[in-house]
T-cell receptor, first 113, second 115 residues
Framework: GQQVMQIPQYQHVQEGEDFTTYCNSS?????IQWYKQRPGGHPVFLIQ?????EVKKQKRLTFQFGEAKKNSSLHITATQTTDVGTYFC?????????????FGKGTKLTVNP | NAGVTQTPKFQVLKTGQSMTLQCAQD?????MSWYRQDPGMGLRLIHY???????DQGEVPNGYNVSRSTTEDFPLRLLSAAPSQTSVYFC??????????????FGQGTRLTVV
């Protein structure tokens, strides 16, 4: 079945340092989505990437979709304490004519002020 | 606009008890799903539905049943609770058009403990 692998599992940074999490799929994806979950909260949608090689920015966050549409990354520049949380990537996988959204295991980011 | 509403927020069950986790959305979304979240395991898909009357299994369906009689509701039933089902459960919905290509909206979660 489809697997969405995410690394690293944990990342601890000093405030102001950069942070990157990587997502790799065993199959080509039609799109990839990124979510953020604050401690004690629920996942919240950040962005969706659809095109090969696509790069999107949201303030200090930069999202990339690989040329082969099998990998993606999220980069945060100059982390702040508000960036704390777990970041998930998710991709669609087709099964028997229907699709399901499969999540990576997430990268938990902690930021030391 | 309430979005996705899950009840209850917390629940403690004894082994062998049954219960239903409720999930309702008011966005007319076709696609609804249930995930469980355990430390270090991410979000694992239990069951999902692409529309009323249609359900399918995800990665970890054993011990859980679902039904989708209306577009709005997607309850998750635990038939005989086991300690291994202690977890945080999230319901999610999205507009699909047959594809999971759009933003998923999550409920607040249900923290279930089975003793």
């Amino acid at each position: 079945g489809q697997q969405v692998m995410q690394i690293p599992q944990y990342q601890h940074v000093q405030e102001g340092e950069d942070f990157t999490t990587y997502c790799n799929s065993s199959t080509t994806l039609s799109n990839i989505q990124w979510y953020k979950q604050r401690p004690g909260g629920h996942p919240v949608f950040l962005i969706q990437l659809v095109k090969s090689g696509e790069v999107k920015k949201q303030k200090r966050l930069t999202f990339q979709f690989g040329e082969a549409k099998k990998n993606s990354s999220l980069h945060i520049t100059a982390t702040q304490t508000t960036d704390v949380g777990t970041y998930f990537c998710a991709g669609p996988w087709s099964q028997g004519g229907s699709e399901k959204l499969v999540f990576g295991k997430g990268t938990k980011l902690t930021v030391n002020p | 606009n309430a979005g996705v509403t899950q009840t209850p927020k917390f629940q403690v069950l004894k082994t062998g008890q049954s219960m239903t986790l409720q999930c309702a959305q008011d966005m007319n979304h076709e696609y609804m799903s249930w995930y469980r979240q355990d430390p270090g395991m991410g979000l694992r898909l239990i069951h999902y539905s692409v529309g009323a009357g249609i359900t399918d299994q995800g990665e970890v369906p054993n011990g859980y049943n679902v039904s989708r009689s209306t577009t709005e509701d997607f309850p998750l039933r635990l038939l005989s609770a086991a300690p291994s089902q202690t977890s945080v459960y999230f319901c999610a919905s999205s507009y699909s058009g047959g594809h999971v290509n759009t933003e998923a909206f999550f409920g607040q979660g249900t923290r279930l403990t089975v003793v």
